[in-house]
Each structure stands twice: as C-alpha cells, then as structure tokens.
C-alpha cells in the first residue's frame, strides 16, 4: 500500500499543477473579457478554452494545444487581450516532449502561422510586428525545451537498457564462472575416488564398489552441471582461481554476520543435501537478500525460509522494511549498480525455475524462489 502511494504521488502533484494553472489562466482570461467589448458570454466561454484544457495536457496534449491556440487566437483577434500566448506555449512543451517529431513539427507550424494571422486580422494591435515577433519566440522556445527534455529522456532509457544488459551478461559470467568450480571440484572427487578403486581392487572390493558408487553420483551431477555451464558461458576467460563454493550449510554464518550489521534474520532450513551448483544459488539469492534489507529496509526485522524437497529447492526472504526501496546491492559480487533483482532471476533461470520479489500489501519486502535440481 505504501509504495503505490509511493509511485502515485509524483504523477499526483504534476497533475495538481496543471490543474492549478488552467485555473488561474482561466481566471485571468475572466478579467480580460470582463474588461473588453465583446459579450461576457462570449469572453467567459474563451477563458475556459484557454485555461481549463491545461489540466489535461499530460494526457491528451495534441488536443489540448489545439483548443488553446485556437480560443487564444479568437481572443487576440477579438481584442480580448494583448496576453503573448504564454498558455499556448505551456501547452506546446508537452506536446514537443511527448510526441514523435513529425507531428511536434506538424503542431508548432499550426500554431505560429495561426497566431500570428490573429495578430495581424481585424482592428490593427499597436506593434503588431513587435507583438507576432514574441509570440513566435515565445511559442518556439517552448518547443525547443520540449523537444530537449524529449530527447534527455530517450537517452536515458537507452542507458538504463544498457546498463541492465551489461548487468545480465556479467551476472551470467559470474555464474558461468561459479558453476566451473563446482564442476572442477566435482572432477577432483572423481579422479580420488577412482585412483582409490584401482588401488583397492583387488583385495578390499567392498572398497572399490563404495568408491564407484560414489563416482557414479557425482558424475551424474557433475554431467548436469556442465550442461548448464555450456549454456551460459559466453567467455573464454581462464585463469579462475578454484575454492570451495559456498552452499545451505554456510547460511548460519551468513545470518549472524546480517545480526551483527542490525538487522535481526531468522533461519528456517528444512529438508536433506542439495547439488553443489542448485547451494550455491540458494545461498547466493539469500545472501542478495538478506544485503538488500541491510543496505536499504533496515531498521526491519527479516525471515528467511529453505525448504528442501523431493525435486525443487523453495527459498523465501521476508522482511518488515519499507516496501519501496533501492532493489540492488552487491551481496553476490561486490557489485553494486541496482541489479541485484537481475543477477537473482539470471541464477534462477539457468536451472529453470521461478522468482517472484515485490512489496507486500501490508508492507515490507519478499522475495521468492523455486529452484529444480531433479
């Protein structure tokens, strides 16, 4: 609830704006047509031309433009006001900011010609040369304003698009890289336990067998490993150093360490062993999460929930913070950059299961995944 209050709020107070202005233009319109010739009926229907359509130039701007220049024209040409359009430039900046550049042109075009035709028409303004030349400036400048502020924000989604795609394919490296150690330690057992079987052959068979069990399940799981790792390398760097990778049974020490920053977290972890590869990624999603409620939601207190199954793996990580928040942190790299939602969904997907992470209806913060391993 209070983070669509949140991201509501924004759009609200431009709305109130809006609506504000076209009051006050319409109001001073009224006083323009109540001292003029022209019939009161006449002038207060072209105050509410003029001003009340502002209120609505975010969401219909083209339309709104054009009643305004329009009434604004009929005024001037009525003598209503000497007022040099600044209405119709408030209602032109939206237009050059949020339509392609074809029509912005289209617009602006209508409006300078049409305006400075009711300068010039009926009873001659004093100056009317002085007068069209700062209505063309006026209204031109708007457009320009708008047509920067049109292309800053392309610009700026093409960075973020950008960035966010950097963050995926970094993030797929990463655990290219992580699920190579894996493999790699997984081999090591092999070729021990293999060098065991042949030494022991001959006169402890009962050895031997254990021994090609055991090769036999890590070879099977290692096989599935290098299956995904085929599938999300994109690199042909080497050089990785080879450790011990960090799984559920490190979860602990993760949590404690959480405490020890101010954030209370409880650990639930239910069920039997996990592949090497499928703790990783539990630990690593955790680890993300639990970051993100430190960096960004505490003071809160925070749940964390493993549940190990049959053929999945379910991780949950609550917490009571704010719901709205900074959704990064580098907990899984040391990088930060608000792509921790990224790196978190890449993990997941690799062994084709789901994630879910957003706002709680009574506040607060979750994150959720299923991870297959079977």
């Known amino acids: 609830m209070r983070s669509r209050f949140a991201r509501w709020l924004p759009t609200a107070y431009l709305f109130a704006l809006d609506v504000l202005a ?16 022209v019939p009161l009926w006449f002038g207060y229907a072209l105050a509410a031309l003029v001003g009340l359509p502002l209120a609505a130039r975010r969401r219909w701007p ?57 300068v010039f028409v009926g009873e001659p303004w004093p100056d009317d040369i002085g007068l069209a030349t700062a209505v063309v400036i006026l209204i031109s400048a708007a457009w ?21 795609s950097r963050a995926v394919a970094d993030e797929r490296l990463r655990i290219a890289r992580e ?22 052959a001959a006169a402890q068979p009962e050895q031997a067998q254990e021994a090609l069990q055991v090769i036999e399940t890590t070879s099977r799981s290692t096989l599935i490993e290098m299956r995904r790792l085929l ?50 990624t539990v630990f690593r999603i955790v680890q993300e999460s639990v970051t993100n409620v430190v960096k960004h939601a505490a003071p809160a207190r925070c749940s964390v929930v493993v549940e190990v199954g ?35 969904r890449e993990r997941v997907a690799v062994y084709g299961g789901t994630f879910v992470a957003g706002p709680m ?10 991870v297959p391993f079977a």
């Open 179 to 200: 699920l190579h150690d894996v493999v790699a330690h997984s081999l090591s057992l092999i070729t021990v336990k293999a060098g065991i079987a042949n030494h022991v």
């Open 310 to 344: 049959d053929t999945s793996v379910r991780i949950s990580v609550t917490d009571d913070g704010p719901g709205e928040r900074v959704l990064g942190g580098g907990g899984s790299g040391g990088e930060g950059g608000g792509h921790g939602l990224i790196g978190m």
């Open 231 to 280: 599938g999300v390398l994109r690199s042909e760097d080497s050089a990785v150093e080879l450790e011990p990778m960090p799984g559920i049974g490190d979860l602990p020490g993760l949590v404690e360490r959480a405490s020890l920053a101010g954030v209370p977290v409880t650990l639930s972890v239910s069920g039997g062993a996990l592949p090497d590869g499928v703790g990783l």
């Open 144 to 164: 320009a304003l708008g047509r920067s502020t049109r292309v800053r924000r392309a610009y700026a989604e093409r960075a973020v698009a950008e960035q966010a």
């Open 62 to 118: 083209l339309t709104v433009l054009l009643v305004v220049v329009t009434a604004q024209n009929l005024a001037t040409a009525s003598h209503i006001t000497l007022e040099p359009y600044a209405p119709t430039a408030f209602a032109m900046y939206m237009v050059a900011a949020n339509l392609p550049r074809g029509r912005a042109v289209g617009a602006l075009i209508f409006s300078l010609v049409t305006a400075v035709v009711a």
């Open 22 to 37: 076209g009051i006050a233009v319409t109001l001073t319109y009224t006083g323009f047509a109540e001292a003029s010739t």
């Open 361 to 370: 209806g009574g506040g607060g913060f979750r994150v959720a995944a299923e």
